[in-house]
Nanobody, 114 residues
Framework: QVQLEESGGGLVQAGGSLRLSCAAS????????MAWYRQPPGKQREWVAT???????SYTDSVRGRFTISRDNAKNTVYLQMNSLEPDDAAVYYC????????WGPGTQVTVSS
């Protein structure tokens, strides 16, 4: 069974940066697009960004230009570099494929102070 584990979250001031990582327990990255999602407090989970198996990226409007998604297939890991963080970016961040096919990991908490 595929397991996803997110890491790299923390507390950061507005305008700061964080780099999130997501490691998978099986070699899936070479054939699947991967995505980051987030769930702000009291809200539903929302899509943030997707990276194709070939490295093509797409982003939700609110993070485009500030966040960068990337992947390292050799390490079975997908990253989310988050710059110019805003209080509205505070959420628990998760990774999965674009369809949410795999069991969700525990997520990693991102807190942004204003």
């Amino acid at each position: 069974q595929v397991q996803l584990e997110e890491s790299g979250g923390g507390l950061v001031q507005a305008g700061g940066s964080l780099r999130l990582s997501c490691a998978a327990s099986e070699i899936i990255f070479s054939i699947n697009a991967m995505a980051w999602y987030r769930q702000p407090p009291g809200k539903q989970r929302e899509w943030v960004a997707t990276v194709s198996s070939g490295g093509r990226a797409s982003y939700t409007d609110s993070v485009r230009g500030r966040f960068t998604i990337s992947r390292d297939n050799a390490k079975n890991t997908v990253y989310l570099q988050m710059n110019s963080l805003e209080p509205d970016d505070a959420a628990v961040y998760y990774c999965n494929d674009p369809f949410g096919s795999f069991p969700w990991g525990p997520g990693t908490q991102v807190t942004v102070s204003s």
